[in-house]
């Protein structure tokens, strides 16, 4: 672009795009906030994690682009075990990364939640993606 040239629409819309903002995993602070987020009557995706653990670090990425995808169908939660004890508490998670699929129960009158998934290491997105599909489809029935 030279000197006192204005940009194109073209040009205006690509960096636009750049910079969209795109939704992010939400940070956990603690079991009140998930059973919240349960009650929303989307699927909830949860990665639980630790600060020095490599396969998290891996799983990183992958974790983004589901909440990216999953946007408007289920909400994708990243909870650090020092952030939220109580979580991997009540979850019994003993190794970091563990990816659990919450829906809220089928029966409305009960207060608890239904773990739909769970898996511990390294997975595939692939297999998330179709966990979380079928989680999806199963809350809009």
Known sequence: MGIGHTPTRR???YTMAMFKKRPKPIRLESLDQLIELVRSGRPVFIDFWRHNCQPCRTMDGIINELAEEYDERAVVVKANVSEAPA???KFN???TP???VLTAPD???SSGVHQRYRSTGLVKKD???RVLDQ???AVER
């Open 11 to 13: 040009y205006v819309h």
């Open 107 to 109: 029966d409305p009158t």
């Open 135 to 137: 989680a999806v489809e």
């Open 98 to 100: 563990t990816f659990i």
């Open 87 to 89: 979580a991997f508490e």
């Open 127 to 129: 297999v998330l993606t």
């Open 93 to 95: 998670v003993r190794s």
